[in-house]
Each structure stands twice: as structure tokens, then as C-alpha cells.
């Protein structure tokens, strides 16, 4: 074999078996190119996941936590809390109408750190973390009295919810619009949803407005030296329970 022949790898091969190893070689060369075209196709099938998942968690976050300086750390956080709710809590004809990161003092010795989210049907306090497993209580509107707010600590709130004769208590909250958009929306809800359902039971609006008429009355009294302090709040909480 000469040196040229051995360079070249021919071997003294025929021209079939010549072309044969051309037809090879482009076959290797082609199935590397399908092969490299795959491995680009799967690399772009999970980008576009990735991209996707990132958008979807950046809309929740958006819609639960808000954007801004800290919320990321607050979405992590509350993630499993969001998507427990999003899949388990969430009905299908309800929209959420805002939310706040929130802790319920369920008992004097049971906090639960959780959202405290308000849709166009109730108001919902969820948590699903470590340490408070899966948590979750909904409040009717139509039997809320009202919303009360106070400032516990610099830059801190604390909610009151009044439900007949008990009071609901959820603190921990940072003092933003949020918070301020926030009691605005179950403020709202509260006012829309009674008062559609005093507009379907003329009874119970006749029983408020003469709560309201005797409220009047005994401030009235109050004022002209009539009836103590004391003695005003005493009546005063009789007609609300009546």
C-alpha cells in the first residue's frame, strides 16, 4: 500500500466501496445534524417553560403580593399558600379582588401567618406552610358589622373584623396602599352584599332603620347630660345585638 493510499485511508477499495463510505459519511454527518437540531428544539421547549412558568409566577405575585422593594422575598414565601388557594380554595366563578399578607390570631396562643384575601363573594384568611399545614376560614360578608384598623407598631396595622358578637383579629400587616386599598374593597363588598340582601328581606331594613332611629336617640340623650358615657355604650350595644 502506498503512503498516499494509506494517508487517504482508500486502501486500495473499489469505487463501490468508495462511494459506499461517501454515502456513510454523509449519512454520520446528517443524523449529527438531526441530532444537534433535537437537542436545540428541547433547549427552546424548556426555555419557553421556564419563560412561561416565570410569567405565571410573576402574575401571582402581582395579583397576591404586588411588585416592588421586599415582595419577592414576601411571594417565596407565601407561594405554597398561593397555589393551594388557586387550586383548592378558588372557585370557579370567583374573582379575587385583593389580598394582604396577613397573621390571623386565631387564639391567644395560635397565630397563623397567612393572606388575608377578599373575592367578590367572602373574605378568606388561607395559610399552607410549614408549621400552620393547611389553613383556611371564610367570613361571609353579609354578616359582617364592619372593618376597623389600628396602628399596633411603627409602620404596622392590625385588622378588626366584627362578626355579630365576636371580633376577628389580624395584625402584622405593613401600612401601604395596599393595606389601604385593601380595606377600601372589603369596606365595599361589605356595604354592596348587605345591602342586596336587606333589598331582598324589607323586614330587616325596617329592623335597621329603627336600630338607627333609637342609635339617634340615645346619642341625643348622651349629649344633653341625659344618659352617661357608661350608660350610652351599655344601650348602645343592646340595640346592635337586638
Not at 194 to 208: G, L
Amino acid at each position: 500500500m502506498s503512503f498516499l493510499k494509506k494517508l487517504l485511508g482508500t486502501q486500495d477499495k473499489t469505487p463501490e466501496e468508495l462511494e459506499a463510505d461517501r454515502i456513510k459519511k454523509m449519512e454520520k454527518q446528517e443524523e449529527m445534524k438531526r441530532q444537534e437540531e433535537l437537542r436545540k428544539q428541547e433547549f427552546e421547549e424548556k426555555q419557553r417553560e421556564r419563560d412561561a412558568k416565570k410569567s405565571q409566577e410573576k402574575a401571582l405575585q402581582e395579583k397576591y403580593i404586588g411588585l416592588g422593594f421586599g415582595t419577592g422575598l414576601d411571594f417565596f414565601l407565601l407561594k405554597g399558600t398561593i397555589h393551594y388557594f388557586e387550586s383548592f380554595v378558588l372557585q370557579p366563578n370567583e374573582k379575587v379582588l385583593h389580598s394582604i399578607k396577613a397573621e390571623y390570631d386565631k387564639t391567644k396562643k395560635r397565630e397563623i401567618k397567612g393572606l388575608l384575601i377578599a373575592t367578590d363573594q367572602r373574605l378568606v384568611f388561607v395559610s399552607s406552610g410549614a408549621g400552620y399545614g393547611q389553613f383556611i376560614e371564610e367570613f361571609d360578608y353579609r354578616k359582617m358589622n364592619g372593618i376597623g384598623q389600628a396602628t399596633e407598631r411603627f409602620n404596622e396595622k392590625v385588622i378588626y373584623i366584627d362578626m355579630g358578637r365576636s371580633r376577628k383579629r389580624f395584625d402584622d400587616i405593613i401600612s401601604n396602599d395596599r393595606f389601604n386599598q385593601f380595606v377600601d374593597v372589603v369596606t365595599k363588598q361589605i356595604n354592596l352584599l348587605r345591602n342586596a340582601s336587606i333589598s331582598r328581606n324589607p323586614s330587616a331594613k325596617s329592623k335597621n332603620v329603627d336600630k338607627y332611629a333609637t342609635l339617634e336617640k340615645i346619642a341625643k340623650l348622651k349629649e344633653q347630660g341625659i344618659l352617661t358615657e357608661e350608660e350610652f355604650l351599655i344601650e348602645k350595644e343592646k340595640i346592635l345585638k337586638s
